[in-house]
């Protein structure tokens, strides 16, 4: 047998496989592999066997290590690729471990190829087409695009780092320093109203609210006890307490409630007594009430504000209301929390001082005030009027002395009174003027010269204008004849009618607006009614008989005092005022725009005109006689009419009388009316004149004159 033949697969010679021991079949572990199958464990040095499996795809050939026995040979044939025998002789070469496909393993795969421990053969794919193997990644290519990415996410924090640093820098502080900021209002306080001699009318006190938070009330009952002890006294009642302390929702009813006023205005040493009991849920801080140390004193004047805001609802409060409130300050510090809630030393502190409101000084007397008002009501109550008014004024300068309403009510307190008579009935209600409106008239045809003092006029028993037939009380015969001064003193509807007619309705409507009617006074009270004047080209047919004797004509109180106050003035008009100066917190003072004036009557019709008017207090059967005062010549003019209501006329009558004293040189004008149920400017109206214009004369000392009142006649 040649060598080529005897050559074994194993890559030995049938002598040299001869002369190693038999330890098993020499072929079986390549068969194995080239089967599918798997051979055996190889041993570690030292005889023991690895515990790694084997790996199928990295069979190990050991060449360094006896045989196993030879194992008698197996039928099945060999597959294909080990037939292919070499047929020259090879040198003996080291079996090398070896792939699947028979390539040698390098020396690092062969270090890693694990050690199998024998175990139950396992099918190995056969391999058929040269498998690509997966491309091994590269680790430069990865650093470089990790270091890519930290440098790019550094450059990300190192722009970010610049812009906190240096461009929002203090955008970002002045944020943290806003969170720290405490803002703090500083209230101011109200203006004070003072009369004419700088006496307080009303002015604001310092007071307490009391607060709660209902979320934390334990035990609303207990707390309502302990409050309603300090509290009873301001109309509060213990059941509110509990209910507002009790937890509650919102009005969307879905947030809890967090703060409900207990109540405002209370005694800063009730407010005290309160924060003294340390109840965390109570809040107590400053407020303000308005205090009016007269009660009801020039109520219609001063008007009264809402709470707890003192937000002006009426007279000067309203009126003025900007004026009086001042402007709150602030006061803006930074603070730390928990007990560091302080304002921080050299931390951040701006304050704005508040500014209180400046105060608003009346033309009226706090003395002369009590008395008319006291006067007024005296009188009316007992009479059981529906209202009435009375107002004083400086002939000269037109100041409001004095003004009063009835009935009045608490500036303090006004609900507890009609809303309808809350009011100022001086300037807010109207009436027909009635006879008062004849002394208008009369001026007009003595400016015009349609009459003259010396002048006569006809006066029958009655006069049809229209549809209307006019007559006097008592009536006169028919070819009467009558003098101007004895017109006015019997107020004889016929003889003025007479008198209108010279002067014709476009000259009366003239002079109507000349003295101030149908059109606001501006005596410096809102919600003042600018009356209603009727111009000739919508005169009826008996507008002619109706409007000369004041019917058919709107007018308030003060427009008419503010007619016989030009009489008094010599023909000036001079607008009426109620404000005589504002003083600022500081002491500065302003006065309010400049009155308005104008001449309506020559000075000596004016004082022809009150001579006439002498005869209403003087001459036998004059209608007011009882407004005559001992010792001075008063000058002035019954009247009564009708009150306008809901397109007619409301029961009762509308009585009214206006004076000026001393007549012959004027001081002081009293216009007083009133809604009663029945009565005349005569016998309601003139004796409450009389008392008023002699409390006005005493308090201010004007002594009589001295001069005889003139010698006049009714009849010619």
């Known amino acids: 047998m040649s060598e080529a033949k005897r050559y074994t697969p194993r890559g030995r010679s049938v002598r040299d496989a001869s002369a190693e021991p038999r330890r098993g079949d020499p072929f079986r572990p390549a068969l194995e592999v080239l089967q599918g199958g798997r051979s055996e464990q190889p041993l570690r040095a030292?005889?023991?066997?690895?515990?790694?499996?084997?790996?199928?795809?990295?069979?190990?050939?050991?060449?360094?290590?006896?045989?196993?026995?030879?194992?008698?040979?197996?039928?099945?044939?060999?597959p294909k690729r080990a037939q292919n025998t070499q047929k020259r002789e090879k040198p003996p070469v080291r079996r090398v471990p070896a792939d699947r496909r028979g390539q040698p393993v390098r020396k690092a795969q062969a270090k890693r190829a694990p050690v199998r421990k024998k175990q139950s053969r396992v099918a190995v794919p056969r391999l058929g087409r040269r498998t690509r193997l997966p491309k091994l990644a590269e680790p430069r290519r990865r650093l470089r695009l990790a270091t890519v990415l930290c440098l790019a996410m550094f450059a990300a924090i190192g722009v970010r780092l610049v812009q906190l640093q240096l461009t929002d820098a203090s955008a970002y502080a002045a944020e943290g320093l806003k969170d720290r900021l405490v803002h703090a209002v500083l209230p101011a306080s109200r203006g004070a109203i003072l009369d004419r001699n700088g006496k307080i009318l009303v002015h604001s006190v310092?007071?307490?609210?009391?607060?709660?938070?209902?979320?934390?009330?334990?035990?609303?009952?207990?707390?309502?006890?302990?409050?309603?002890?300090?509290?009873?006294?301001?109309?509060?009642?213990?059941?509110?307490?509990?209910?507002?302390?009790?937890p509650h929702k919102a009005a969307d009813g879905k947030?809890?409630?967090?703060?409900?006023?207990?109540?405002?205005?209370?005694?800063?040493?009730?407010?005290?007594?309160i924060r003294a009991m340390h109840v965390g849920a109570l809040k107590v801080d400053r407020d303000e009430r308005r205090e009016i140390p007269g009660y009801d004193l020039a109520s219609n004047i001063i008007g009264y504000t809402s709470r707890p805001d003192l937000v002006g609802q009426m007279g000067i409060e309203k009126q003025y209301d900007s004026v009086l409130k001042g402007v709150d300050g602030l006061h803006t510090y930074e603070h730390g929390?928990?007990?560091?809630?302080?304002?921080?030393?050299?931390?951040?502190?701006?304050l704005k001082p508040a500014r209180p409101g400046s105060s608003v000084e009346l033309t009226i007397d706090q003395d002369l005030?009590?008395?008319?008002?006291?006067?007024?009501?005296?009188r009316m109550e007992p009479l059981k009027a529906d209202f009435a008014s009375a107002i004083v004024l400086d002939a000269k300068t037109m100041e409001v002395m004095a003004m009063a309403s009835y009935p009045s009510f608490a500036a303090t307190g006004p609900g507890s009174t009609d809303l309808s008579l809350v009011k100022d009935q001086c300037t807010a209600t109207v009436f027909d003027p009635g006879s008062i409106h004849k002394a208008i008239v009369m001026g007009a045809a003595l400016q015009e010269g349609v009459i003259t003092p010396s002048s006569t006029i006809t006066v029958n028993s009655t006069v049809k204008k229209g549809d209307t037939t006019y007559t006097d009380h008592p009536p006169q015969k028919n070819g009467t004849q009558m003098t101007i001064p004895g017109i006015l003193a019997l107020s004889s509807n016929v003889g003025t009618i007479a008198v209108?007619?010279?002067?014709?309705?476009?000259?009366?409507?003239?002079?109507?607006?000349?003295?101030?009617?149908?059109?606001?006074?501006?005596?410096?009270?809102?919600?003042?009614?600018?009356?209603?004047?009727?111009?000739?080209n919508q005169w009826s047919g008996s507008s002619p008989g109706s409007i000369p004797i004041g019917n058919g004509?709107?007018?308030?109180?003060?427009?008419?005092?503010?007619?016989?106050?030009?009489?008094?003035?010599?023909?000036?008009?001079?607008?009426?005022?109620?404000?005589k100066k504002v003083i600022a917190p500081d002491g500065t003072v302003t006065k309010p725009a400049p009155q308005q004036t104008r001449r309506v009557l020559d000075p000596?019709?004016?004082?022809?005109?009150?001579?006439?008017?002498?005869?209403?207090?003087?001459?036998?059967?004059?209608?007011g006689k009882q407004a005559a005062i001992p010792g001075y010549r008063i000058a002035g003019k019954t009247g009564t009419s009708k009150l306008p209501q809901n397109g007619g006329y409301a029961s009762g009558d509308v009585v009214s009388f206006i004076g000026m004293a001393p007549a012959e040189a004027p001081r002081y004008v009293i216009a007083v009316n009133a809604h009663v149920p029945g009565g005349a400017g005569g016998s309601v109206a003139a004796p409450a004149f009389k008392e008023m214009m002699a409390l006005t004369l005493s308090t201010f000392g004007v002594t009589p004159t001295g001069t005889e009142p003139p010698k006049l006649t009714i009849y010619p």
């Open 369 to 378: 005030q009590y008395s008319v008002q006291k006067a007024l009501a005296d």
């Open 46 to 78: 030292g005889g023991r066997r690895s515990s790694r499996p084997a790996v199928a795809d990295e069979p190990v050939i050991d060449l360094d290590e006896p045989d196993e026995p030879p194992a008698p040979p197996r039928r099945t044939a060999p």
């Open 206 to 246: 310092e007071t307490r609210y009391v607060a709660v938070d209902p979320t934390v009330v334990k035990d609303p009952e207990a707390l309502a006890d302990k409050l309603f002890a300090i509290l009873d006294k301001y109309g509060v009642l213990r059941s509110d307490l509990v209910r507002k302390m009790t």
């Open 337 to 350: 929390e928990g007990q560091l809630d302080v304002p921080q030393p050299y931390g951040y502190e701006e």
């Open 604 to 623: 000596q019709v004016a004082q022809e005109l009150r001579v006439m008017l002498e005869g209403v207090t003087t001459l036998d059967d004059a209608t």
């Open 500 to 536: 209108a007619d010279r002067l014709g309705k476009d000259k009366l409507y003239e002079y109507q607006q000349k003295f101030g009617l149908g059109q606001r006074t501006g005596v410096g009270l809102p919600n003042e009614s600018p009356g209603q004047l009727l111009p000739p």
């Open 553 to 579: 004509v709107a007018t308030t109180a003060m427009q008419m005092a503010a007619v016989y106050g030009a009489i008094a003035n010599d023909g000036l008009y001079v607008q009426p005022t109620v404000v």
């Open 255 to 273: 947030t809890n409630v967090q703060f409900e006023y207990l109540v405002h205005q209370i005694d800063v040493a009730d407010g005290d007594r």
